[in-house]
């Protein structure tokens, strides 16, 4: 469904990616791991088209979508989760929702808000609340409900679970999966590699702008050198600074 | 009757104060998109110098003057808009006011077409040339009984009143639009509002161009009020001041605007009776308002405050 061939992104001088494969099969849920600094957030900007890459080619569907504009990606059904809970947050919740189909033109975008509130019903308790005073998982939360409103066929996750507590860690992963049992195809870059390695179907794991493992979520799951690398520590989520 | 309670002094001052409305709006539009343009006083001299001239040397009508002044000045906007849209706040705001030093520049160097600092003089006045109209088809002022000037100061203002309601009636109409939702939505995340599928490039560029298309409009519409322009209208004092226009009187709703151009126009005029000490009130005024109420006197709050106050008094009604 996607596929990126030989990325390599700069940022003016420094270049961040060196030559990215990776490859996204539409149905499932694909996770990009790494340490900071690894490119994955990178490399999720270039797919979205907030960054150009220098050299080489995404392909999104069988057709070469490189360098176009983020509006552009998102109408083909590429949507983009920011990092950091990217809300609007002098809007209310409701607004929030509608901004998120703001390039459809089709008469269902109604119904389909009330189908998402009910999929996140603590959003649907505050819909006349200002997204600024919501918690930060319900912030994270209503972005993804806004991207969906987009009718993506492909979701790009940018680290989801970024500062928010365990058990909203876990509600959040199980509303990825959801979304995958509902047929849109995820990508998504976690720290929090074991929790997301459980839910992915296949994973690759980057450093300093290279992917240097891939294969199937299982096998990585006991691969020795990821759980020597980013599973050994059982501390799952809070242990790291948002970039 | 009429005549008595027409006083042009009083007039004039409204006309000034319909004209900063204007230029009031054209930092309010950049700025709900998150844009600080301080470009406003230069725009406002292309317009003017734009139509004077024209109008001048070419002896065009003026409401075709006008328009180029207000068209001019707007692709300057684009021109300028594209590349300065790299830069966003503070940065944005130092880049604009430079560009308006650099327009003031030229109008006092470029002495062959501008006469220098000298300024344009015998600029066609707008409510002069209605009258003259007028008298074309046999109209006399005193058939209403007014005086020449009253009519001519008069006229002016209508008609910029005309032309103030239907700025704040257009834009008032585009925030409530798709593009004002876009617009706002950059202003809050830019990163939000571009994940979500909005070119923000290309409405950056649409709201910085609208407000260089109303500032050339008002300096257009300013030269043609007073028939005298020199490029010391246009300096940094007047982007600055247009700024406080904005700020002072909120720059988060369209009222506020309207309501800061015309207080802070009306203020100078009010304490000319103690004229040393005007302007040591009006800063006093400014230090004391951006302590106390850094978002200005309206805002969002406030407003729907208002709103509920008229309910509920239609309620015990």
Same mark, same amino acid.
């Not at chain 1, 990092?83 to 209310?92: D, F, N, Q, V, W």
């Given at each position: 469904m996607l596929k990126l061939t030989n990325i390599e992104t700069y940022y003016g001088q420094i270049q961040a990616l060196k030559g990215i494969d990776l490859e996204v099969n539409e149905g499932k849920i694909i996770t990009l791991l790494g340490a900071n600094g690894a490119g994955k957030s990178t490399t999720m900007k270039t797919i979205a088209g907030l960054l150009k890459p220098k050299k080489g080619t995404v392909e999104f569907l069988g057709e070469n979508v490189t360098g176009l504009r983020p509006d552009q990606l998102l109408r083909k059904g590429i949507a983009l989760v920011p990092?950091?809970?990217?809300?609007?947050?002098?809007?209310?919740v409701i607004e929030n929702l509608e901004m998120g189909a703001y390039h459809r033109k089709d008469k269902d975008v109604k119904d389909e808000i009330e189908h998402v509130m009910q999929r996140f019903p603590i959003l649907n308790e505050r819909q006349s609340q200002m997204a600024g005073t919501l918690s930060g998982g319900q912030q994270q939360m209503l972005a993804i409900a806004r991207a969906l409103l987009s009718k993506p066929k492909l979701l790009l996750l940018d680290e989801p679970s970024m500062g928010l507590a365990p058990l909203i860690v876990a509600e959040i992963f199980n509303i990825i999966k959801e979304i995958k049992e509902a047929g849109t195809t995820v990508l998504l870059v976690e720290q929090n590699a074991k929790q997301a390695l459980k839910i992915a179907d296949y994973g690759y794991v980057m450093e300093t702008g290279k992917i240097i493992i891939e294969g199937k979520a299982s096998d990585l799951l006991e691969d020795p050198r990821i759980v020597e690398a980013y599973l050994g520590r059982k501390s799952t989520s809070d242990d790291k600074i948002p970039s | 009757m009429l005549a008595d309670i027409i006083n042009p002094y009083f007039l004039q001052i409204l006309s000034f104060i319909l004209i900063n409305i204007l230029l009031a709006i054209s930092v309010y539009v950049p700025l709900s998109s998150g844009q600080l343009s301080l470009g406003s006083a230069g725009f406002m001299g292309v317009g003017a110098y734009t139509s004077a001239l024209l109008t001048i040397h070419f002896d065009i009508p003026l409401i075709i003057g006008i328009l180029a002044g207000a068209c001019v000045a707007g692709i300057l906007g684009i021109i300028v808009g594209i590349p300065s849209l790299r830069l966003s706040g503070v940065y944005l705001a130092i880049a604009t006011l430079g560009l308006g030093e650099v327009i003031r520049v030229i109008f006092v160097n470029w002495e062959s077409l501008?006469? %220098?600092?000298i300024g344009l003089t015998g600029i066609p006045q707008m409510g002069r040339e209605i009258l003259n109209f007028a008298k074309g088809f046999g109209f006399d002022p005193a058939m209403i009984g007014l005086k020449s000037n009253q009519f001519v100061y008069l006229v002016i203002v209508l008609i910029l009143l005309l032309l103030v309601i239907a700025t704040i009636w257009f834009v008032v109409r585009q925030q409530n639009s798709r593009v004002g939702r876009s617009l706002s939505s950059i202003q809050m995340d830019e990163k939000a509002a571009e994940s979500m599928g909005i070119n923000i490039t290309y409405y950056k560029v649409l709201s910085f161009t609208q407000g260089a298309f109303l500032a050339g409009l008002a300096g257009a519409l300013f030269a043609h009020v007073m028939g005298y322009i020199s490029p010391s209208d246009f300096s940094y004092h007047r982007a600055v001041e247009i700024l406080i226009f904005t700020v002072f009187g %909120?720059?988060?709703?369209i009222l506020g605007a309207v309501f800061g151009a015309t207080f802070l126009t009306l203020v100078p005029e009010v304490l000319r009776f103690i004229s040393d000490y005007r302007y040591i009130i009006y800063g006093i005024v400014l230090i004391i308002l951006m302590a106390v109420r850094p978002q200005g006197i309206f805002d969002i709050h406030l407003l729907n405050r208002l709103k509920g106050l008229k309910r509920s008094k239609g309620g015990v009604r």
């Open positions: 990092e950091g809970r990217a809300i609007l947050s002098t809007m209310t | 501008t006469k %220098g600092s %909120g720059s988060e709703v």
